[in-house]
């Protein structure tokens, strides 16, 4: 069983940065891999980024956002730059094991969600 906790969403105006944290439970936190995933009001939850043994980006981030992963304090990272409006949305750590991917539906741990708002 993995537990997921997020923090670091906010408001924040276009152009800024957010940093997003998830929090994992668990000793074998190396063995999963990590994906955050986003969902807009009205809108279908879509895949931003995921870690495994390398990282994967949907798109509309990459060169904008960056995934890590420090194993020794079970946490995945977000960072995200240079924010645009379309970026708000809830923002949701997931987890599965040893493969990452970019499905929801694959995915059998998530976090609760943090709210990032950017404002124009």
């Known amino acids: 069983q993995v537990q997921l906790v997020e923090s670091g969403g906010g408001l924040v105006q276009t152009g800024g940065s957010l940093r997003l944290s998830c929090a994992a439970s668990?000793?074998?936190?190396?063995?999963?891999?990590m994906a955050w995933f986003r969902q807009a009001p009205g809108k279908e939850r879509e895949f931003v980024a995921g870690?495994?043994?390398?990282?994967d980006y949907v798109d509309s981030v990459k060169g904008r956002f960056t995934i890590s992963r420090d194993n020794a304090k079970n946490t995945v990272y977000l960072q995200m730059n240079s924010l645009k409006p379309e970026d708000t949305a809830v923002y949701y750590c997931?987890?599965?094991?040893?493969?990452?991917?970019?499905?929801?539906?694959?995915?059998?741990?998530w976090g609760q969600g943090t709210q990032v708002t950017v404002s124009s």
């Open positions: 997931a987890a599965r094991l040893f493969y990452s991917g970019t499905v929801s539906a694959d995915y059998n741990y």
């Open positions: 870690i495994a043994s390398s990282a």
């Open positions: 668990g000793r074998t936190f190396s063995s999963y891999a």
